[in-house]
């Protein structure tokens, strides 16, 4: 059975652009904890994934990234909310409320969402994840989300490097039309690990250790 | 009027399989700089000012699986919350005013209230407690 995951990067633009970094400003959520991931919710996520074969064949699991800028109105919202003559095309002269901001209001306009430009890393170089950029008419993040095939033949521990481009405005703040948005590059590390064997209890380790021993 | 959104994520397909939003719920918020903490848990200590506009809304993990919130119960002295839709839109966001300055780490508990997938309630514990439920906390200065 093909099997989406989910990891959802939730990231604090504004303190991450005012801190410099993404460390404390980013929390990946993935809906695997019921199979052992690790610090859901926080920056320092190991996603577990099951690749164990059934009936000796291998279970297609496909992996898929969404990046969401907490201080962004909700990507549930229909699209053309978001359009141009709504507030801009990012929706970025918005505030969380969604109230239209003009003139020197334009300070609480919500910072663009960052975007996911690359995934790189140990878990690519091993052959052990195959990430590629998609675009959809999906409703949320204008279509643009990060999906990845996972080699069910590479148990183990993989770490891989989430490469993000976050945006502030800049320019005369009090013009809509005068404001350009300028870009800083920042990354992060998260891991998965790849069982073969469903880990529905904490003993699964128990016996392997066992028979080492023996 | 500084403003902090209260992000909630919730593992729709755990929270439905286990009854209950224990350990299914994230909740984040921009205020993390000037001490906000337990980010990330459904314990979130949100800092607050007396004056601040906080707006609570809902993200779903899963693109199909529907989250909002339907309530939020908090002690109306500290402020009264308000649901809005989002114009032209069926999605809402929640909005409380902070009536009064909190003390310095004084805690007040509150209460959220969700509707999964369109039918489903659940809630954070009630009545809420400063242990296991989110917070507005007062941070001087």
Known sequence: MTQQLAIVAMIDVVAALQSGTLEGNIHLIDNNKWLGSSGVGSGNLTTVIDVARVNGLAQAQVLNWLVYGLERPPPSLPQSFFSKNNGGQHGELMDISGKILEGNELSQACPRSPDLTKISGEALDKGVIYPARYASPNLVNEGIYWSAVVNPDKPGIYSYTLHFTLYYPDGDRGRADKITWKTVDMTHRARIKLVNSPYKNGFAMVGERWQVGQ | ?141
């Open chain 2, 1 to 141: 009027m500084k403003t902090t959104t209260i992000v909630s994520v919730v593992d729709i397909v755990a929270a439905l399989a286990e009854g209950n939003l224990d350990g299914n719920l994230y909740l984040m918020d921009t205020n993390r700089l000037n001490g906000s903490r337990d980010q990330g848990s459904a314990r979130l200590k949100t800092a607050v000012g007396k004056g601040d506009r906080l707006i609570w809304v809902a993200r779903m993990l899963e693109c199909e699986a529907d989250l909002s919130i339907v309530g939020i119960g908090i002690d109306s002295s500290v402020g009264e919350p308000s649901e809005h839709y989002y114009p032209g839109t069926n999605v809402t966001y929640w909005e409380v005013v902070v009536k009064e300055e909190l003390r310095d780490h004084e805690s007040i508990p509150y209460c959220l209230e969700y509707k999964l997938v369109g039918t489903e309630i659940m809630a954070t514990p009630k009545p809420a407690d400063v242990i296991r439920s989110p917070c507005l906390v007062g941070v001087k200065g």
